[in-house]
């Protein structure tokens, strides 16, 4: 994928899968939820319209034919809720099967880079929480990635991408190598390895193109052992993807990823990140739409689909970041005030 061929144009289509535990504490069981009808409840719901459909999502043909099912998994980087995949894992292992095979699938692909990012174990928002709570939450992440996923993630989706500078120690103390965050969680960025003056995101904007460095500090800026690296995904497309209508036609998807991209001579990365329960639960039958795109559009366009590990591997970091309210509560995907 690295060849001499000039600048390459991939794209990174996060879907970040999350429901709540439902379950009764008394019974161990969801009871029905009249919202929810005709389901028994919203967990069977999202499941039939969404994580389901993802693992055998049809291809037709011009007549309605179908000629394919597709995983899109394997080629979606994504990230499950534990709560939510232990659910999967016991009301629909075949399903759950199929995620794991598409993780697998992605690392022969990729450089034994999976597709497959872990997350807070409890869906907390972690600089409210407390500096042990937040490396328990990371701690049992990776012990049920492990479990079901046979390695050991690279990424940590981050609830609400939520982030400041103890959350940033603590992913580092736990090995987390890479984060997502959106473009308004920035403050600053500039070249590694220099004493460039810093340029500040608010006016000339981050390039989310490329991945970027941060260094963990002390609030009196001594800088400590360790980095994470971090994703920004591209906000405004981000946005048509989840709310507008881009997903009713792949080749729509096409055309604004492509929009994208410009005529610099370095390889670049398109990052879309939404909640995964867009495709095919908010926006119905989108599961389609990805697949066509991943199997037919993308080829067509030179856009190659990878994921997050993949790219920062044969793309290390040539910028450092710095957070906004680093030393305060933070910023979040939700809330970037």
Known sequence: MTGNEGPRRYVIIHGHFYQPPRENPWLDIIERQPSAAPYHDWNKCVYDQCYRPNAFSRILDPRGMIVNIHNNYSHLS???GPTLFAWILRQHPETAQRIIEADNESRKRLGDHGNAMGQVFNHIIMPLASRRDQLTQIRWAKAFFRKHFNRDFEGLWLAETAINMETVRCCVEERV????????????????????????????????????RIFPSTSDGKRLEGHL???????????E??????????HLLGSKIASCFDDRREDAAVVIATDG???GHHKPLSDMCLSYFFCNVAPQMNIVPVNFAWYLDTHPPAYEMELKNAFGEGTAWSCPH
């Open 78 to 80: 994504f990230n499950f």
């Open 177 to 212: 190598r890479f984060v997502v965050l959106s473009p308004s969680q920035a403050e600053r960025f500039r070249p590694l390895g220099s004493e460039h003056e810093w340029t500040y995101a608010a006016s000339r904007g981050i390039d989310t193109r490329r991945p970027y």
């Open 229 to 239: 690296d971090v994703f920004f995904f591209n906000e405004a497309l981000s946005r």
């Open 241 to 250: 993807v989840s709310f507008g209508d881009v997903l009713s036609d792949a």
């Open 277 to 279: 329960e867009t495709f």
